[in-house]
Structures are given as structure tokens and as C-alpha cells.
């Protein structure tokens, strides 16, 4: 979810908000209304990149939302952001006024949903951060959008830790630990890795026995885009085992590729069970030494814990954990 209000009726239309800046603006008092339009154009140019972009979500043209802008510097005496023919970034000055511009669209958020209470139905945007693997519970996501038609998903694919709290999620699906103390959790189940190759590869190389005998078969990973280490492979060390190295026959940021050359026969990958059910169950992939395997990880849905949490935010938290079945 974006930080401006959308739809709620605050907006001027394009007429009003391209009123020409006057040489008397700055002495000039800015009513509620306008302010509001401000600062939600200054947010959205700020969180798009540009004026252009900032406009089509906003409904205005760029100059609207340019004029905006500049009506709301002039006002301040203070330059938002550096711009040029090419890009613009937000000056340090920006970037405070961001920050308080973005607490007040989440003040008014709050005693709206305040106000709401009696009408309970969720609706409107809900704007969540999901890994890239999350893209295979896109079949769970869309039973939610049947659940609940009123409310419009807006889906970030990233394997990028974002900040749930400045970039303006709603909520994130993340794998692992919850560690951020301004945040909520909740538990949609825990999961154990495979060891899958194909049917071709292991009559080829043979079938691994313990994780040992890996050392001598191609191992295909997938690598942390956000610190470029390989994901480690969950093994239970046997007694007097100490830390395996694998080969690395190939790696990658993403499972899917990791899924279709493992198919292709060219390694053995370690794949969270979700993202291969079909394979696993057509017979293209066989899992392997499973009884070394430890229960790995366990996927949580986060959401800011200063926040009124809204309707549309408890029937997606509720729906997932009863719906998301990692095993």
C-alpha cells in the first residue's frame, strides 16, 4: 500500500491542482485540503521516481503533479528533490519531509480505520512483499482475491530484505526467524528442504547415500542476491561429521532455474518442497537423502507493529495461515 490516500476523495482535480504559483504564494495559507494534496504528491514523486509515474497513480498529468510540487517548495522555501531532464532524486531535506509525510498518511489511515469499525468488510489496497520463490503461492493468493474481492493485492517479488516500515508494506512473507522488534509475526508453518535430482542423473552419477557423497556429484545452488553467499544445505551432521563442502556446479539468486536444470539432468539441487510438488509427484525429480535432512526453515508473515491493523490486513494474516501449507 502507498502511503497517500487512495480514493478517498482528496484529491483536487487537475484543474485545481495546476493553479499557476504566483509571486505571493509563499505569504499565501494553504487550506487542509490542499496540503494533503501536497504532500501526497510530493510522496508519490518521491516514491515513483518521477512526476509521470506519480501522476497515472494519482489520476493527474505530470505538470499537475510537477506544479504540485513546486507549489509545496515554494511554500516551505526548501528544494525537495535534485531534478534534471533525466532523473530526480530526493534532497536531504526530501528525505525528512518524506518520512513525516508518510507518518501523517499513516495517522490518517488509523483514525479512518478507527471510524470504520462498524463496516468490517476489507477492502482497498494491500500492498505485500513476497521472496521470489513466493511466486509458487500465487495459486493461494488468488483464492484470497476470490475470498475477498474488495481487496486489490498489490505483489512485490523480491529476494531483497526490504523495510516494512519505510518502504510502506502492508505486510512481507519471509522466510526464516523474525528478528525486527517493530514488527508483528505470525507462523504459516515450517518446512524441510529436499535433495532432488532426476531419475537420468542419479542412474548416471548414482545415488548419494549420505551427504559425504555429495562431494562427487555436480551440485547446483541458490546464492543470497542480498549477500551473494550459497544457501547452505540443511544436513544433520552424523557423529564426528564435520562441515561438508559441495561442489559448486552451478548457482543462482532464483529456484527456478535451479528446478529446470535439475529436470535436465545436469545436478543435484537442494529446493524447498513446495516449489517442486509436480515434479516430485510426476516423477521428473526424485528426492534423496532425506533422513539427513533437518526441518530447515519455517516461512512468517510480518506487518508493522505501530499500525492499526486493518480489516483487509487480519483477512490476509487469518487466510494465510490457514490456507499456506509450506510441507
Not at 18 to 35: I, L, R, W
Not at 241 to 261: H, N, Y
Request: aromatic share 6%.
Amino acid at each position: 500500500m502507498g502511503c497517500g490516500p487512495r480514493g478517498s476523495g482528496w484529491l483536487l482535480s487537475e484543474k485545481q491542482a495546476v493553479v499557476p504559483v504566483t509571486a505571493e504564494y509563499n505569504s499565501a495559507s494553504m487550506n487542509g485540503m490542499d496540503k494533503l494534496t501536497a504532500f501526497d504528491a510530493f510522496v508519490q514523486s518521491a516514491e515513483t521516481g518521477s512526476f509521470v509515474a506519480a501522476g497515472r497513480k494519482l489520476g493527474l498529468s505530470a505538470s499537475a503533479v510537477g506544479k504540485a510540487v513546486v507549489r509545496l517548495e515554494q511554500r516551505l522555501d526548501v528544494r525537495l528533490f535534485h531534478r534534471n531532464t533525466r532523473h530526480m532524486t530526493l534532497t536531504e531535506e526530501g528525505r525528512l519531509f518524506l518520512e513525516r509525510c508518510r507518518r501523517i498518511f499513516e495517522e490518517v489511515e488509523a483514525a479512518e480505520a478507527e471510524l470504520a469499525r462498524s463496516n468490517r468488510t476489507p477492502r482497498g489496497r494491500l500492498r505485500v512483499s513476497l521472496p521470489l520463490v513466493g511466486m509458487l503461492l500465487t495459486p493461494v493468493m488468488a483464492d484470497f482475491m476470490r475470498a475477498w474481492p474488495e481487496v486489490q493485492l498489490e505483489l512485490d517479488f523480491t529476494d531483497r530484505l526490504v523495510d516494512v516500515v519505510e518502504e510502506g508494506f502492508d505486510a512481507v512473507i519471509r522466510t526464516g526467524q523474525p528478528s525486527d522488534s517493530r514488527l508483528m509475526s505470525r507462523n504459516l508453518g515450517r518446512f524441510r528442504l529436499k535433495i532432488v535430482a532426476s531419475p537420468d542423473y542419479l542412474a548416471r552419477c548414482g545415488v548419494p547415500v549420505t551427504p559425504d557423497d555429495l562431494t562427487r556429484h555436480q551440485c547446483l545452488h541458490q546464492r543470497s542476491p542480498s549477500t551473494g553467499k550459497l544457501r547452505p544445505w540443511p544436513f544433520a551432521p552424523g557423529e564426528g561429521q564435520g562441515k561438508i563442502v559441495l561442489p559448486e556446479r552451478m548457482s543462482a539468486t532464483a529456484v527456478d532455474p535451479l528446478i529446470e536444470l535439475a529436470i535436465a539432468g545436469l545436478g543435484i539441487a537442494c529446493l524447498p518442497p513446495f516449489a517442486i510438488r509436480r515434479e516430485i509427484a510426476d516423477g521428473r525429480l526424485v528426492s534423496v537423502l532425506e533422513e539427513w535432512v533437518m526441518q530447515a526453515d519455517q516461512f512468517n508473515l510480518l506487518w508493522p507493529a505501530s499500525r492499526q491493523i486493518t480489516p483487509r490486513l487480519r483477512a490476509f494474516v487469518d487466510f494465510m495461515a490457514e490456507h499456506l501449507q509450506p510441507q
